[in-house]
C-alpha cells in the first residue's frame, strides 16, 4: 500500500472530526479545494464513498464512521507516542489542551496556571471555556473539567478543587420589597434568573436538601444566562435571585451588596476534577501540568 494513503486518511480524519472541510483545511495549514480532492481521490482508491456532504456540513457515511471508529485511536496513539519523545527533553515542552467549564477555569485553574507557565516556559496550554458537556477524546482536548459525580467511570479523575457549596442571593434592596423564603417551596414566588444547560437546552433545576430531604425546584424570571457570572451580575443589578457557587458571592456578602437565604438547604458536593482516557500515555508536559493543578486538602 502506498505511504501517501497514511497521509490522505489522517486528512480524512480530520475532516471528519472538524465537520467542516474549512476549519480541516485551516488546521492542515492546506486550501479547501486541495483538501477536498485528497479525500475525493481517497474514496475513489477504496471504491466506497466516506463523506456525506452539505452545503452547510459534513459527516460520516457508515463506511466513514467504521473507518473512523478503527483508525482513530491508532493515529491518537502514535500522536501520542511522538508526544511522548519529549521526555528525552531536558525540558517538558508542548501543547496541552483543557476543556474547562468557566467558573472551574478562573477561580482554580488560571491562579495555578500563571506559576505553571512561568516554570515551563517550552510548554503550551490552550484553555478552552465550554458550558457544555462534550466529549474530549472526539474534540481532541488531552483533558477536560467537570464536577466529580459527573465523570466517567472509564476515565481517570483528578482532584483539582475543594467541595463546593451552592448559594442563593439577592440584593437588600430586593428583600425590601420581597419577603425572605423559608423553604426553597417559596422561591416559586420570586423572582429568579435562570441558567440554561448548553448540552441538554434545558434549565438547571435549583437543587437543595436538608435533614436527608432533597427538593429540586424549577424558577422563573425575566433573565437565562448561560453562566453563573452573567446570573450573579443579573442579582446585583437587583433583578432577582441567583443560584451560583458560593465563592463568587463571599465578598459581596461580607459588603453587604448581597443577602443569602436558605443557607441551611445548600449542602456540600464533590468539586471539580480533571479528567482523561485512562489508556493515554501521558506526555511530561501534561504530566507536571496535572500535579500542579492536583488539589492538596
Known amino acids: 500500500m502506498a505511504r501517501e494513503i497514511f497521509n490522505d486518511v489522517f486528512a480524512f480524519l480530520v475532516v471528519a472530526r472538524e465537520g467542516s472541510f474549512t476549519k480541516a483545511a485551516a488546521q492542515l495549514g492546506v486550501s479547501q479545494s486541495a483538501l477536498s480532492q485528497t479525500v475525493r481521490a481517497l474514496e475513489a482508491r477504496l471504491g466506497v464513498r466516506l463523506l456525506a456532504r452539505t452545503t452547510r456540513s459534513v459527516s460520516p457515511t457508515a463506511a466513514g464512521e467504521r473507518l473512523l471508529e478503527r483508525l482513530r485511536p491508532r493515529f491518537e496513539d502514535i500522536e501520542s507516542e511522538i508526544a511522548a519523545l519529549s521526555a528525552l527533553r531536558d525540558k517538558p515542552a508542548g501543547t496541552v489542551r483543557i476543556s474547562s467549564p468557566g467558573h472551574a477555569a478562573e477561580t482554580v485553574i488560571w491562579p495555578r496556571l500563571t506559576s505553571f507557565l512561568r516554570e515551563h516556559p517550552e510548554v503550551q496550554v490552550e484553555l478552552s471555556v465550554e458550558y457544555r458537556l462534550i466529549d474530549i477524546v472526539a474534540e481532541r482536548f488531552d483533558a477536560g473539567v467537570r464536577l466529580g459525580e459527573q465523570v466517567a467511570k472509564d476515565m481517570v479523575a483528578v ?134 493543578l492536583r488539589y492538596l486538602a
Open 159 to 292: 482532584r483539582i478543587g475543594p467541595d463546593m457549596r451552592m448559594a442563593v442571593v439577592g440584593t437588600p434592596d430586593y428583600f425590601a420589597a420581597h419577603p425572605l423564603p423559608v423553604s426553597p417551596k417559596d422561591l416559586t414566588l420570586h423572582r429568579c434568573v435562570n441558567v440554561r444547560l448548553p448540552t441538554y437546552g434545558g434549565l438547571m433545576p435549583w437543587e437543595f436538601e436538608k435533614d436527608g430531604h432533597s427538593l429540586s425546584v424549577q424558577v422563573e424570571g425575566q433573565c437565562v444566562f448561560s453562566g453563573s457570572q452573567m446570573a450573579l451580575g443579573a442579582a446585583l443589578a437587583g433583578l432577582g435571585l441567583a443560584y451560583v457557587p458560593e465563592d463568587l458571592v463571599v465578598d459581596h456578602l461580607a459588603a453587604h451588596r448581597m443577602v443569602r437565604v436558605l443557607e441551611d438547604w445548600c449542602r456540600p458536593f464533590t468539586g471539580y476534577h480533571l479528567y482523561y482516557p485512562s489508556r493515554r500515555h501521558a506526555s511530561p508536559a501534561f504530566a507536571r501540568l496535572v500535579d500542579a
